[in-house]
Each structure stands twice: as structure tokens, then as C-alpha cells.
């Protein structure tokens, strides 16, 4: 339901508390935070028995209230909640928050009464929070619905978590932290209101700047994803997950079980969003401070100031785990410092160390520097209180310093101590600053703050288009997963493994079958020695101690040929396979053992496992996990990842050979949800390039699609991020019989898509964006062309060019302003307007708008756009609005799924 009536929960005017007695302690808790917080809405107690609540006499049931009731809270007497969510239908009530500490534990047949108020919650449209949940509070609005009974100050951090016992704890140390929020939402059962509508409900809060996450388990892995994928750019969003437990290591049926666990898979779709992971609930909050009171680090240029050397060695020692190194100064700044603060520095240098009883004058002429200096992005302070040191001037000579500064550097920091440093603390926290206990929470802070814009530059970062004119045989794939299957077989034996494989490009060993001494020498005298010799059917092997016996390699001599050759037989004729014999040439040379598979999580769907291979694979020491699809971009972080991939790059090794290999598994892997799991092991790494020696492919039957022609959105069930749609590509001719293809953009267009907007004229530009000489900015490429395909989308025209090149003469853009609103913008190239191109793009756009299950179209469009404004009228958009230059129109769509293609 996504934020469907959300604003009725976390937003209501008129609330209805439900009382009953055997559970009174729960509703005089959320009945005093209510009133007693000045609450801007009108609260209505309800008590059966006619019981009062602090003297107030209740209604005798949620009909007798003469008002509209936007939210019930229902606060214990369980046994009476079906009864109660008939009563909120028959009132019209549209949101429900059920209050019920351990109710599992504490409700006889809990999970059979949730799933009775899920369904009738659901089909009724009543939006319920809960049960085990400590509620929500909403400080701007003095609205606390929750067990809570501390006043939490009001900031620009939304916070979510699934526990609600723990987020007493959370929320009292915030307090105590003079920590302000947005909102806070405890989730308990998610019965209805899950994590993916919490953040959806923030992510278009204009007051939440940043969101916080503490979360146990995840029941859809695309939803979560296509919540956070949509905000992450915009707001960063900080999370720390439980550790699961460790009951799976006796469960594990493949290797990749005990590689790919849940923890890590949850890590790398942390990653794949664009969130910040972090390991403690500390961190969690002091990143928290970072983001409501610092700017975020341009860089990683951090200038380290101390009056300690105890402190600075912990710190630099700090700095050095996370891979932070120190700049120099430049002689510019030393030049100016020398000047200003002489008398007081112990070293110019960074860390810049000054004596233990410098005055606060010298702090302040200091920090003036900094903050003006461009070779710095953040700065550390690390103070540490002497029988000299006035702590207390010395913090207000930092705060004016920081506000007489029109550059607004983040600075963290640490006035180490407890007593001594109290009120410089308090006074630091009272100005905005962001205050440390330690060098270590101050650099780890910095360090995600880093990060979080690190990884957002590389996660869109510009692929290259490694791939551009490789089509993989997908058909000669599905016939030969379809004919194992129809074999009543769910696994590939060994010849159909490399097939599959070759049939997307993936350098498998020529090879050859044998199921006699006679054929096995032919096959010998053709391929020659050495040789590496295995049965081709090992239906229940992955990786383990029976590959002893499955596989032989090294073989040099006929002699040695035969006696392997008969041991494995003698071993299938034991365990009862077929005899036959896969043979290929041995590789000698040096080579490099990796590891390459894929399994399908419960959560996330298929995951790409990548890493050292061979017999070190069972130690898990060196591997790392994607989500596909991928391209050249997210291949590469992945196999940054591990430790191998750094050292056969330093080595020398063609490590874009491992990229391109990468980009065609993800293929296989989002093209069959038949693939249960795969195991290439050992991947061959040489300086000529790579080869598969070993597989093993398991299937699972699903629904199989003999001709797919999608009327509705398509994304595979076994991915949790959507495929590029190359189904949605069209060839069509313009007015004047020019050819052009039109297809999704994907994000190797980037390079032709700027080139598009730099051939637009002056006129075009302007009209456009409605600025003259206006260039496209990379962030709004990043948009055009990074696209989470389920919510939006680019279309792209393309021509091939006198140099048989192709190139972008046109483009359409949905761009998602809303649950269900989006907008709709267009370029056409000056030479190729009036050909009917707009026409054309726009009739693709809202066919895949109304996919998408957006209710509203917009468009803004200048006055004197004469051909936009055509266009529009002509497929139905109305003026909803005009400004000065602009008009602004809209569009309801129907909800009648048009027909993709014939």
C-alpha cells in the first residue's frame, strides 16, 4: 500500500484511544503523552465500562463519538480487536495503531489473530501499525502515540526501527544527547505498515533530512530496495541490522550457503542502494549527529588539530584502520599560521599540534584558517582539559569562529573528559556543534560521512559499454534447461553446464565424451596431453570431498589416463551415474583459482558470489556478494571487494577479461529464474585471460513462458532489483521515413545523452529549462540515466550517423515526483522537430506510466512552447495552473493497462 492514508496515521487531527481495564496501564501511558505533551489534535477516550480517564468521562464505544476519527489506538484487550477494527470500518476510521507489548508471547494463537486483521485491515484500507510496537512520535506536531514518556526534541532525522524494547533505550539516550527528530516510527509485527511504506512516508517528508534504521529481517527484498533506491540520493539513509543467527551452518546444502549468508547478503543490498551500514547502535547515532549538525565532507582531506599527544596517537592509529591519511599543509596556509599562532604551535604540520595551554585566541585565529583553506574538507579538534586550559572560552572561541565563517566546513569535535568538560560540552551541543567522547567516534563519524557520498559518486558512476554489441543465445539456453527439466532432472550435468555457458560468451575448455577405453584414447590423440579428466554427471555435488573422486586433472601419460579413467567409472558404477567420461585439456601454465556462482536468497533472490576459488573457497576468508543485474560499473566494485582482485591487478592480470565475465553471468543469471544455484569452481585466471574448468548448474521448476509478451511491468520473480527491459524497444519510421530505434537509456548512455543536450539550440535549450545557455548537470544525467526501471523511466531515439555510429536525437522522461505523480519531459534535436518524434516518445511514456500504476501525469511547459502545448492537448492533458512564463498541465490516466505490443 505504500504511503496510502499514511498522512492519517502519522498525521491525524482527531485521535480515539481505546481502553480497556485489565490492560489500563497501556492507555493512561499514550492517553498522558497525548494530552499532557499539548498535542494540536483533539483526543477522544474510549472505555466500555464507562471507567474515566483522569477524570475525563470516555465514550462508550468509537460510534458514539460525534467527529470523524482519523486514527483509533487500540491499547490491550487483545481479544477485542476483531470486533474493533468492524467498529473503525463502520466509522470511517482510517488508520489503526495496535499497542501490545510481547504480544507474541503473550496472545494465545498470536499468529492466527494477525493474519485475521491483516486481511480484513487490507480490505477495508485501514492502515494499521503494530502490534508490538511502542508506537510513533512526531515532536513538530507535540504528537506522541507511544509507550515512551520522554520528550524528544525536534530535529530532521527520521527514525525507524523494528524493536520496540530497544527504542526506549535509543530514544532516552537521544534525549540525553539533546538529539532532535523528524519522526519516529517503531514497527513491531508490521502487520500492515512495513519498513519499505516507513521510508516511502519519510522520503517525502520535507522535514526528515536524513533517515536512521535499526532493522531485524526484511519480508520483501524488491520493495525495500525500490523504497530506498527512490531516496537515497536525495537522503541518506544510515542502517544496522541484528545479527541473524548462526543456525543455517548445519542447514547448508552448497558451498555458497556458507558463503553467501544472510548478513552479507544484506550488506551488499545495503550497499547496492546507496545506504551507509554500521556495525553498532552507537555509531548509528553519532553518524546521526553528523548528519543533522555537519555538512557533509566534499572529500577525504581531514585536517587533525590537538593539544594532546596521547589523543593525537589514538587517533591517527584510528585513521589508519579506516584507510584515512593526513594531507600536508601547503605553504600558503603554513606561511599564515606561522604568522598568527607561532607562539603556540608545537609542530606545523598535520596534525597540527598545539602547546597543552594555548588560549582560546589561538584556537580561534586557527579554525579562521582552516575553514578559508582549500586544502582541507572537514576538520578534527581533539582537546584535552589542563590546569591552564579555560575549556569553557576555549569552546566559545570555536562556536564564533564557526559562525563568522561564511564556509561552513564540518567540524567534529572531542573535548576529552568527563567533569572538567561538562559545560563546554553542553555549550558545544546547545550551538548546533557536533560534540565526540572520543577520537575514535569523531574519525569513524567522518569517515561514514565519507562514504556515504563515496559510494553514491561510484554507485553512478559512467560504465563503460564493455558489451555493447554482444547478444547472448538465450534460446539455445532455454532449450537446454528446458529439455533437463522435461528429463525430470533438476540439475545440468557437466557438458550441458559448459553449453549454457558458451551460449552467453563464458570461455569454457573444448571438450569431449567418452564412455569406453576406445573413445577415451581417440579423444586423447585429438586433444593431446595433458589432460584433466571428471564424470559429466554429478547431480549432487557442489563443492566438497567427493570432488576427489568426480574429477582428475594433470594427466600426462595414456597409462595414467586409463587408471583414472577406470577409478571414476569403477565410482559411478558404485554410487550409480552414468559412466560417461568429459575430457579436456589440462592448463598448465600459471593460473590464478576463483570462484563464481550464484544462489537464490529468500529475501533478496538471486545473489552473484565472486572470489578466491580451488580448495580455499571452504575457508570464506576472500569473497564478496552482488546483486544482479550487473553492468561494468557494479562489476568492478564487486570484485573490488576481495582481496585477490587487488593483487591480479597489481600483478598484471586481465582484469577486464573478469568484467566482461562478470557482466555476461549476471545475463544468465537474470534471463533463468530456473537457476536455483551455480557453482563455477575453480574459474581459471591466466595472463591470456580466463576459463571455466568446473561447474555445477541446479534447477527448480518454475512458471516457463514460451513466448512472453508483457501487457504489465515485467521483472523476473527471482531478482529483487529490475532487469533493463530491452522488451520495451521499438523500431519506428518518422514523417519524413526516417528509421529510429527507441529504447530504454541505460546508464552507459550517458556520454550520448549529454552529447544530445549540447546539440540543442539556444532556442530549444531555453524552452527546455527556461533558462538560456543553461548545461545539463551530471546530477541530472545521473537521473535521466540511472534508472530504477519499475518506478521510471528514459526513453532514448536513436539513428545511426554518417560514420555508422549511433546517436540520440530525441528523449522522454518519467521522473517520479510522487507515490502516483509523475512528470514528463522531452528533448528532440532542432534538426529532427516536427517529424513526429515527440508524438511518438509520449504515446511509449504514458504506456509505460500507466504500468507503473501512476494516477497522475504532469507536465510544465513554457507559454510560448506552442508545439508542447499541442502535443499535451492532444493526448488529453488539461491546465491545471499557470505562472508568469510557465503553464502547468496534467493528466489522470486510466486505469485500462494499454497494449505493449502487438
Known amino acids: 500500500m505504500s504511503i496510502y492514508n499514511l498522512n492519517a496515521l502519522f498525521k491525524p487531527k482527531r485521535i480515539a484511544i481505546v481502553h480497556h481495564p485489565k490492560d489500563r496501564d497501556l492507555s493512561e501511558v499514550l492517553f498522558k503523552n497525548l494530552i499532557l505533551r499539548n498535542f494540536k489534535g483533539t483526543v477522544y477516550p474510549i472505555s466500555p465500562d464507562g471507567e474515566s480517564f483522569f477524570g475525563i468521562e470516555p465514550y462508550p464505544n468509537l460510534l458514539a463519538v460525534p467527529k470523524e476519527i482519523d486514527l483509533c489506538i487500540l491499547a490491550g484487550g487483545v481479544e477485542h480487536w476483531l470486533e474493533e477494527v468492524e467498529n473503525c470500518k463502520r466509522k470511517g476510521v482510517k488508520a489503526l495503531l495496535l499497542i501490545y507489548p510481547d504480544f507474541n508471547f503473550r496472545v494465545p494463537?498470536?499468529?492466527?489473530?494477525?493474519?485475521?486483521?491483516?486481511l480484513l485491515t487490507r480490505k477495508y484500507g485501514i492502515r494499521t501499525l503494530g502490534p508490538n510496537s511502542l508506537g510513533f512520535i512526531v515532536p513538530s506536531l507535540n504528537l506522541n502515540a507511544s509507550l515512551f514518556d520522554g520528550e524528544i526534541p525536534q530535529g530532521h532525522i527520521g527514525f525507524i526501527s523494528d524493536s520496540s524494547t530497544m527504542a526506549i533505550g535509543l530514544l532516552d539516550w537521544a534525549i540525553e544527547k539533546r538529539f532532535g527528530f523528524?519522526?519516529?516510527?517503531?514497527?513491531?509485527?508490521?502487520?500492515?505498515?512495513?519498513?519499505?511504506?516507513?521510508?516511502?512516508?519519510?522520503?517525502?517528508?520535507?522535514?526528515?533530512?536524513?533517515?536512521?534504521?535499526?532493522?531485524?529481517?526484511?519480508?520483501?527484498?524488491?520493495?525495500?530496495?525500490?523504497?530506498?533506491?527512490?531516496?537515497?540520493?536525495?537522503?541518506?539513509?544510515?542502517?544496522?541490522?541484528?545479527?541473524?543467527?548462526?543456525?543455517?551452518?548445519?542447514?547448508?546444502?552448497?558451498?555458497l550457503d556458507g558463503i553467501a549468508i544472510e548478513d552479507l547478503i544484506y550488506s551488499s543490498a545495503f550497499k547496492r542502494a546507496g545506504m551507509v551500514e554500521v556495525s553498532t547502535i552507537e555509531d548509528l547515532f553519532y553518524l546521526a549527529e553528523g548528519l543533522e549538525k555537519l555538512s557533509r565532507p566534499k572529500g577525504p582531506r581531514l585536517a587533525l588539530v590537538s593539544n594532546s599527544g596521547g589523543l593525537t596517537d589514538?587517533?591517527?592509529?584510528?585513521?589508519?584502520?579506516?584507510?584515512?591519511?593526513?594531507?600536508?599543509?601547503?605553504?600558503?596556509?603554513?606561511?599564515?599560521?606561522?604568522?598568527?599562532?607561532?607562539?603556540?604551535?608545537?609542530?606545523?604540520?598535520?596534525?597540527?599540534?598545539?602547546?597543552?595551554?594555548?588560549?582560546?585566541?589561538?584556537?580561534?585565529?586557527?579554525?579562521?584558517?582552516l575553514l578559508k583553506s582549500g586544502d582541507f574538507d572537514a576538520i578534527i579538534i581533539l582537546l584535552s582539559p589542563t590546569h591552564r586550559l579555560k575549556v569553557f572560552e576555549l569552546a566559545m572561541s570555536i562556536v564564533s569562529a564557526w559562525k563568522a565563517s561564511p564556509i561552513k566546513k564540518p567540524i567534529f569535535i572531542v573535548p576529552f573528559g568527563a567533569k572538567k568538560v561538562e559545560e563546554a560540552k553542553t555549550y558545544l551541543l546547545e550551538q548546533g556543534l557536533a560534540v565526540f567522547d572520543t577520537p575514535e567516534q569523531a574519525i569513524k563519524t567522518f569517515y561514514y560521512l565519507y562514504q556515504y557520498e563515496h559510494n553514491i559518486d561510484l554507485l553512478f558512476e559512467t560504465p563503460s559499454n564493455i558489451l555493447e554489441d554482444f547478444i547472448p543465445d538465450k534460446e539455445r539456453g532455454q532449450r537446454i534447461i528446458f529439455q533437463a527439466l522435461k528429463k525430470g532432472r533438476t540439475y545440468l550435468n557437466l557438458s550441458e553446464g559448459f553449453e549454457l555457458l558458451k551460449a552467453y560468451g563464458i570461455p569454457v575448455p573444448k571438450h569431449r565424451m567418452a564412455r569406453n577405453e576406445e573413445e577415451l584414447l581417440a579423444v586423447a590423440e585429438e586433444l593431446g596431453y595433458p589432460l584433466s579428466l571428471c564424470l559429466n554427471e554429478t547431480p549432487y555435488l557442489t563443492y566438497g570431498p567427493q570432488m576427489v573422486e568426480t574429477k582428475h586433472q594433470s594427466i600426462y601419460t595414456e597409462k595414467s589416463l586409463l587408471r583414472e579413467a577406470?577409478?571414476?567409472?569403477?565410482?559411478?558404477?558404485?554410487?550409480?551415474l552414468d559412466k560417461s567420461l568429459l575430457i579436456f585439456p589440462y592448463t598448465a601454465e600459471q593460473t590464478y583459482e576463483l570462484l563464481l556462482g550464484s544462489k537464490k536468497d529468500p529475501v533478496f533472490g538471486a545473489v552473484i558470489v565472486f572470489g578466491i576459488g580451488g580448495k580455499e573457497v571452504k575457508l570464506g576468508y576472500d569473497q564478496a556478494i552482488g546483486l544482479p543485474p550487473l553492468n561494468q560499473t557494479l562489476a568492478r566494485r564487486l570484485l573490488e571487494e576481495t582481496i585477490i582482485y587487488h593483487h591480479l591487478k597489481l600483478e598484471g592480470y586481465p582484469i577486464e577479461e573478469l568484467e566482461s565475465l562478470m557482466v555476461k553471468f549476471s545475463m544468465l543469471i537474470v534471463d533463468f529464474p530456473e537457476i536455483a544455484n551455480v557453482v563455477i569452481n575453480p574459474l581459471l585466471l591466466t595472463r591470456q585471460g580466463v576459463l571455466v574448468q568446473y561447474l555445477k548448474v541446479d534447477l527448480e521448476e518454475v512458471a516457463i513462458y514460451e513466448d512472453i509478451k508483457p501487457t504489465s511491468l515485467f521483472c523476473p520473480s527471482h531478482l529483487s532489483i529490475c532487469p533493463y527491459p530491452s522488451y520495451f524497444s521499438f523500431h519506428e519510421r518518422l514523417k519524413d521515413g526516417t528509421e529510429v530505434f527507441i529504447r530504454p537509456v541505460k546508464p552507459e548512455d550517458e556520454p550520448l545523452l549529454k552529447e544530445l543536450f549540447y546539440k540543442l539550440s539556444e532556442k530549444s535549450t531555453e524552452l527546455r529549462f527556461n533558462q538560456p545557455g543553461r548545461k545539463i548537470t551530471r546530477e541530472e544525467l545521473i537521473r535521466f540515466c540511472h534508472i530504477d526501471y519499475d518506478q521510471e523511466m528514459t526513453l532514448i531515439a536513436l539513428v545511426k550517423n554518417s560514420n555508422g555510429k549511433s546517436e540520440i536525437i530525441g528523449a522522454g522522461h518519467l521522473i517520479k515526483s510522487y507515490e502516483d505523480t509523475a512528470e514528463l519531459a522531452f528533448e528532440v534535436r532542432d534538426d529532427y522537430q516536427g517529424k513526429g518524434l515527440g508524438k511518438t516518445l509520449m504515446q511509449k511514456l504514458l504506456q509505460w506510466a500507466t504500468l507503473c500504476g501512476y494516477?497522475?501525469?504532469?507536465?510544465?511547459?513554457?507559454?510560448?512552447?506552442?508545439?508542447?502545448?499541442?502535443?499535451?492537448?492532444?493526448?488529453?492533458?488539461?491546465?491545471?495552473?499557470?505562472?508568469?512564463?510557465?503553464?502547468?498541465?496534467?493528466?489522470?490516466?486510466?486505469?485500462?493497462?494499454?497494449?505493449?505490443?502487438?
Open 109 to 118: 494463537n498470536a499468529t492466527a489473530l494477525l493474519q485475521k486483521i491483516r
Open 182 to 255: 523528524s519522526a519516529f516510527i517503531s514497527l513491531g509485527e508490521k502487520v500492515d505498515v512495513d519498513l519499505p511504506d516507513a521510508i516511502d512516508y519519510l522520503g517525502y517528508d520535507p522535514s526528515t533530512r536524513a533517515i536512521l534504521i535499526h532493522l531485524e529481517n526484511i519480508e520483501s527484498g524488491r520493495k525495500f530496495l525500490r523504497s530506498v533506491r527512490g531516496f537515497a540520493r536525495s537522503k541518506p539513509m544510515i542502517v544496522t541490522k541484528s545479527k541473524s543467527s548462526t543456525e543455517y551452518l548445519s542447514k547448508c546444502t552448497s558451498i
Open 314 to 369: 589514538i587517533a591517527l592509529k584510528s585513521l589508519k584502520k579506516y584507510r584515512l591519511t593526513l594531507p600536508n599543509l601547503s605553504q600558503e596556509l603554513r606561511t599564515e599560521l606561522s604568522t598568527k599562532i607561532s607562539n603556540w604551535l608545537e609542530s606545523l604540520d598535520n596534525p597540527i599540534k598545539l602547546l597543552s595551554d594555548s588560549p582560546p585566541s589561538a584556537y580561534k585565529n586557527l579554525l579562521e584558517s
Open 566 to 576: 577406470r577409478e571414476l567409472w569403477d565410482y559411478a558404477k558404485k554410487v550409480g
Open 855 to 902: 494516477k497522475t501525469l504532469w507536465m510544465e511547459i513554457r507559454k510560448d512552447n506552442l508545439a508542447m502545448l499541442r502535443l499535451a492537448k492532444a493526448f488529453g492533458f488539461e491546465v491545471s495552473s499557470s505562472e508568469e512564463d510557465m503553464v502547468y498541465v496534467q493528466k489522470n490516466l486510466s486505469e485500462e493497462l494499454p497494449q505493449l505490443l502487438a
